[in-house]
């Protein structure tokens, strides 16, 4: 037996006293102990403050992105070790790599956002507001990081997952963490972070770990601190109504176990795709991890009509499933995490049971391969029937964290998305029909109720991840009893953990404080094309004021001839009547295009390519004798990673440069608008 050790404050120590024992699920045996008694947690939250707070947020988002990547190729190398670890925790291969490559696979996703963030240490939000007539007084947002730590308290069933998918959020944003795992399988999170640790990719002080029960570790957090819970809605009420949490207004964030549910449609019938599909779905969630999911299915709603049918369907099914050793072949569903949550299980079916009996599953007399049934946490699959589920409502308001899931009858779609909704709030449901009105109208009534909603049927099942598997680029959380967090949710997620203050002044001022052109702003003009310029060389706010041309209406002709574009306000003076136009009006696309020729330079030079069009407003219409000029403005500048490993583009030193387009006429009015994206060579 081991015990333990937490890392704090840049070392491993353990924790004083016995600790927390942790036992095998399957043989029962006592494995490790885990202790965080006598640690002090305001120097380990002060640590993270002062030491990996700095060291994060310095870095830019980019430095941040390529270092979770380098992290996630770490652990994949190392990844059949954690395995072995896992199988303690009762899991078989299948729910271990949801939990061990599904955690890695999120800093891979978290790792991919830079490319959406510019390469700067903060985030410039949304669009400029103008505040006064004249333009000389703006505003805008900014966001930075918080100054604070993360303090992530996980539950059980993922150590791995869990952790992961929460630092892989805040490290990308430039916040430090502190992981408070389960004290019952945190021995599968510490095998992580000492190879997490060993590794040096990760700046001091950016990681640390509490491996027991972390009683106090909220006393000392602080109004830049974040606290994440996911658990029980039990626990998580009691941590959002620390004193410490309200006294300082402290962001939490919980993901509660919540009674998810799973609809066939009525148009799901027995020989249809969507039934067999919905059978699957819902065996599967019973059964992996041993019902041990915060989005596992709890309630199964189908039609009053169907009702003996999936029952029947369902319960074959189930009784398909091999419990035992994961470690035996043929086995395909584990164990509890320990005899102590067996015991918790057990006690909320004697609750369910009182009004929904047993269909499927007998808890005293089931076969465990490999193993020894008393010793280990076993416990078959499990299906409760409720024939009244708008009278017996135990269901919708109890959950038994194992795999057990209730079959109940509805009369109409109206009462089963009245059904779903009974839940009080959970992370997803999944409807399963193929009947796009149906489809439309579970979600647009049950998405208040519901963080994530499921859409199965047979256009989606080949590549679906399933009812079961919260994405790290879509948010994961619920309203209500799910605890009204929104976990992950790419961009969102990072959004989290920065501070977002408005800042107002003068176009020229901005641009110097975030680094990108504001309309109204300083424009530098200098005696060099700056298309001849690499991209080290260019300036935010540098500006080429070209020749003008005058339009005429050849350039209509030609221009509809070369395109193809022959629309009546182009060509036909006679059908204007009631359009906007006085007169025959020259393209958008020809303004824009005669844009490009006017400031282009032809000869080669640094600029490599055109890259793209982000947005393009034609704002006042060109008829033939006008005369229009370009302002060209270096509107932001985003650096790019070069692979020497790979051909072409990506091998060369590059960036992209976001160019303001402002086509003026005669009068000096604006005709066209637009950003434009160019990508520019390095010097080096």
Not at 85 to 114: K, Q, Y
Not at 297 to 308: A, F, K, M
Not at 520 to 540: I, S, W
Request: proline residues 5%; charged residues 20%.
């Amino acid at each position: 037996m081991q015990q333990l050790q937490n890392y704090i404050l840049g070392q491993w120590m353990p924790g004083s006293g016995d600790g927390m024992p942790q036992y095998h699920a399957i043989s029962g045996e006592l494995i490790s102990t885990a202790s965080s008694e006598g640690l002090d947690f305001a120097a380990i939250l002060e640590y993270g403050r002062r030491t990996g707070n700095p060291a994060l947020r310095h870095m830019t988002f980019h430095e941040r992105g390529r270092m979770l990547k380098a992290l996630a190729l770490y652990l994949l190398d190392r990844k059949e070790k954690y395995y072995q670890v896992s199988h303690m925790t009762g899991a078989t291969r299948v729910d271990s790599w949801v939990d061990i490559e599904g955690g890695i696979g999120n800093l891979f996703a978290n790792s991919s956002l830079r490319r959406r963030f510019p390469n700067e240490t903060y985030y410039v939000e949304g669009e400029t507001v103008r505040l006064s007539k004249e333009n000389t007084f703006i505003g805008h947002h900014i966001l930075v990081p918080k100054r604070g730590v993360a303090v992530h308290i996980n539950a059980f069933n993922f150590p791995i997952w869990g952790m992961l998918e929460k630092i892989a959020v805040n490290l990308m944003a430039g916040v430090p963490a502190v992981v408070k795992p389960s004290e019952q399988t945190s021995f599968l999170t510490e095998a992580m972070v000492r190879d997490i640790i060993a590794s040096g990719i990760l700046p001091e002080g950016a990681l640390q770990l509490v491996v027991g029960t972390g009683r106090g570790i909220l006393d000392p957090v602080q109004s830049q601190d974040v606290v994440t819970f996911t658990g029980s809605a039990e626990t998580g009420r009691k941590l959002r109504a620390h004193p410490t949490i309200i006294e300082h207004s402290v962001p939490f964030t919980m993901e509660a176990d919540s009674l998810n549910a799973a609809i066939l449609a009525e148009d799901a019938v027995p020989g249809t795709p969507e039934f067999d599909l919905f059978i699957k779905e819902c065996r599967r969630e019973i059964v992996t991890k041993a019902g041990q999911k915060c989005t596992a299915i709890r309630r199964i709603i189908v039609p009053e009509n169907l009702l003996e049918e999936v029952q029947k369907a369902l319960s074959k099914e189930l009784a398909k499933t091999v419990v035992g050793d994961p470690a035996v072949e043929g086995v395909r569903m584990g164990a509890l995490i320990n005899r102590q949550q067996l015991e918790r299980v057990r006690e909320k079916l004697a609750l369910l049971t009182k009004e929904t009996p047993v269909v499927a599953g007998n808890l005293e007399a089931f076969e465990v391969v490999g193993a020894e049934r008393e010793k280990g946490a076993f416990i078959p699959p499990v299906l409760l029937l409720n024939d009244r589920p708008f009278s017996k409502k135990l269901t919708h308001e109890t959950e038994c964290f194992g795999p057990v899931s209730t079959l109940m009858p509805y009369k109409s779609m109206q009462e089963a998305i009245e059904l779903a909704n009974m839940g009080k709030g959970s992370l997803v449901s999944t409807i399963c029909t193929i009947d796009p009105k149906t489809m439309r109208e579970y979600v647009l009534e049950a998405a208040a109720f519901h963080g994530r909603i499921h859409i199965l049927n047979r256009t989606s099942a080949k590549e679906s991840t399933g009812h079961g598997s919260p994405m790290p680029l879509l948010v994961h959380g619920g309203p209500g009893r799910a605890g009204g967090g929104e976990e992950m949710g790419g961009m969102r997620g990072v959004l989290h953990y920065l501070q977002r203050t408005a800042i107002q002044g003068h176009p020229t001022d901005l641009t110097a404080v975030t680094n990108q052109y504001q309309v109204g702003g300083a424009q530098t003009e200098t005696p060099v094309h700056p298309f001849k310029k690499h991209f080290e060389d260019l300036f935010v706010g540098e500006t080429l004021i070209t020749a003008k041309h005058t339009v005429s209406e050849a350039d209509i002709h030609n221009f509809a001839n070369v395109s193809g574009d022959n629309f009546y306000a182009h060509m036909d003076e006679t059908a204007l009547e009631g359009t906007p136009f006085t007169r025959r009006v020259a393209h958008g696309y020809f303004v824009l295009s005669k844009a490009a020729g006017l400031f282009v330079d032809a000869k080669k030079g640094p600029v490599l390519l055109n890259y793209g069009l982000d947005e393009c407003r034609f704002t006042k219409p060109v008829y033939p004798g006008m005369t229009i000029g370009v302002k060209l403005t270096v509107k932001e500048k985003i650096d790019q990673e070069t692979d020497p490993s790979k051909e072409g583009v990506a091998a060369i030193p590059r960036g992209i440069v976001k160019w303001l387009v402002d086509v003026y006429d005669e009068t000096g009015e604006t005709v066209a608008v637009a950003t434009i994206l160019t990508m520019v060579r390095k010097r080096v």
